[in-house]
């Protein structure tokens, strides 16, 4: 049998489905973004040991000089051959080293230096199962586990795009439907927007010149060599970051669901969709350490990933909430990110505010968020409807930005518990596993954040 055959195959699917239809429902304005000179204020507060902290950069998603040259044939559950994620115990760098040697393993770059996580790569494919045991079989490692591809989702492209020439906001349904307007309305004193937060939108990259996107950008980070964060020609990153935090009021476009939060694009999936939980535990990584308020993540899988949770548990320590899809297989698999403790897991709702049956369930089902056709931003100046639950994942985290801009220091338990509280009751009367704690509501969740800050001392 071989090596690849041998090895469980494992796999991260982006959660989206894509659509053209949506509702054409009217929407009121709101403010616009805010200046970015403090949020470099908020970045250049960051320790320069914790810059350090992340340098992971994938030349390839699969090694080169294994001969594996094209991503096309890359399918649900292949596992990057000959690559591991390892995580030392308390060893020095000699010692660190004295392992990689006996193991026949290379250092690929450091995904969590502070916790002694780095990915590896096997001197030879062919010694790359005995590699493996050797690690696993290490009793100075805390963790081993192969690396494995993410991918994203989707049908195939719809035919229309819509036109920037005239505003979209009449086609956003979705902020009707969580009362958006109502919720802005309550802003005062600097509060209530997203101001002084910051969405760090874990995909494809971002577009940086889209017209709503672009004065929202601030520095992110890519996995991927020679790919910058700022960009995006997938379209992914770039749709779900509009859906998060686009500019509003400006006169063109949409409406984001945090009109003056900032964008950090972490970079983890290539120009065909594609990543590894290496790349995906780096990014987070990287999120937490520069100050992100909210990390949106649109992606699922089967597998419980030692180094994904490794790095959930590092931001949530940060004080950066975690926002993840259930999944669009609309069963009760369980899937992470999503299933991690303390993850703000997300469904969808359709355009006539019922749960979308694409949309996954289970007891670790936080909120709904609308996820069918919704329009947002796309690559080149365009926008377009898409579903699926990563589109319900980031306006969910523009809601954490709304309330983290009221409340700064509430933890991500806190803010968990505050929205699923303000959420409108679906289904069975208080938490039930197809619609969670309910629908998330703008207006109600800003109500409550806004009593909550005047009995804070």
């Known amino acids: 049998m071989s090596y690849q055959s041998k090895l469980s195959l494992r796999l991260l699917a982006l959660s989206c489905c894509l659509t053209t239809a949506c ?50 044939n890359v399918q649900a559950g292949d596992q990057v051959p000959g690559r591991f994620i390892v995580k030392f115990k308390d060893l020095n760098d000699a010692e660190m080293a004295e392992t990689l040697a006996d193991a026949q393993v290379k250092l690929v770059g450091h995904i969590q230096r502070s916790e002694k996580i780095i990915l590896v790569e096997s001197l030879d494919l062919a010694d790359a199962t005995l590699s493996l045991t050797r690690l696993q079989n290490n ?16 049908s195939a492209p719809p035919p229309a795009l819509y036109p920037i020439n005239d ?67 997938h379209g ?16 063109i476009g949409i409406a984001g669901f945090a009109p003056k939060a900032k964008i950090m694009s972490i970079r983890i999936l290539n120009d065909n969709g594609l990543g590894t939980l290496a790349g995906v535990s780096a990014g987070i990584t990287y999120a937490a350490n520069h100050s992100a308020s909210v990390i949106s993540m649109s992606f699922a899988s089967p597998i419980k990933s030692a180094a994904i949770e ?25 899937n992470y990110p999503a299933a991690f403790p303390g993850i703000i897991a997300v469904g969808a709702t359709d355009t006539n505010d019922k749960r ?53 220091n509430l933890a991500p338990n806190q803010v968990k518990y505050l929205i699923e509280k303000a959420s409108d009751d679906m289904g069975d009367k208080g938490f039930d596993t197809y619609h969670g704690y309910g629908r998330i509501n703008v207006y109600r969740t800003l109500t409550y954040a806004f009593i909550k800050a005047k009995q804070t001392p």
């Not at 081993?144 to 989702?153: A, F, R």
């Not at 049956?357 to 898409?386: M, R």
């Open 23 to 72: 509702q054409n429902t009217p929407l009121t304005s709101a403010p616009s973004s805010s200046s970015p000179d403090r949020y470099s204020a908020i970045q250049s507060q960051v320790p320069s040991d914790l810059e350090k902290e992340t340098d992971l950069k994938l030349d390839s998603l699969m090694p080169q000089s294994f001969g594996v040259k094209s991503e096309q």
């Open 139 to 154: 009793p100075k490692l805390e963790f081993v586990e192969p690396d494995s591809i993410v991918s994203v989702t989707q």
């Open 167 to 233: 505003p979209l906001l009449k086609f956003q349904y979705g902020h009707v439907k969580v009362q958006s307007q109502q919720g802005w309305a309550l802003a005062q004193g600097g509060k209530g927007l997203g101001e002084n937060t910051i969405i760090a939108i874990a995909d494809t990259g971002v577009d940086g010149t889209h017209p709503d996107l672009k004065d929202k950008m601030i520095q992110g980070y890519s996995a991927l060599a020679g790919k910058v964060e700022n960009a995006d020609t």
């Open 236 to 251: 992914h990153g770039t749709h779900c970051a509009g859906i998060a935090a686009a500019a509003t009021n400006n006169g």
């Open 310 to 334: 490794n790095a959930m548990n590092y931001a949530l320590s940060k004080n950066t909430v975690l926002v993840a899809g259930m999944g669009n297989s609309g069963n009760g698999t369980i």
């Open 356 to 408: 979308a049956a694409f949309s996954e369930y289970g007891p670790h089902l936080s909120v709904l968020a609308p996820g069918v056709n919704i329009v947002s931003t796309l690559p080149g100046n365009k926008y377009i409807g898409w579903n699926g639950t990563s589109m319900a994942t980031p306006a969910v985290a523009g809601v954490v930005a709304l309330v983290k801009s009221v409340l700064p």
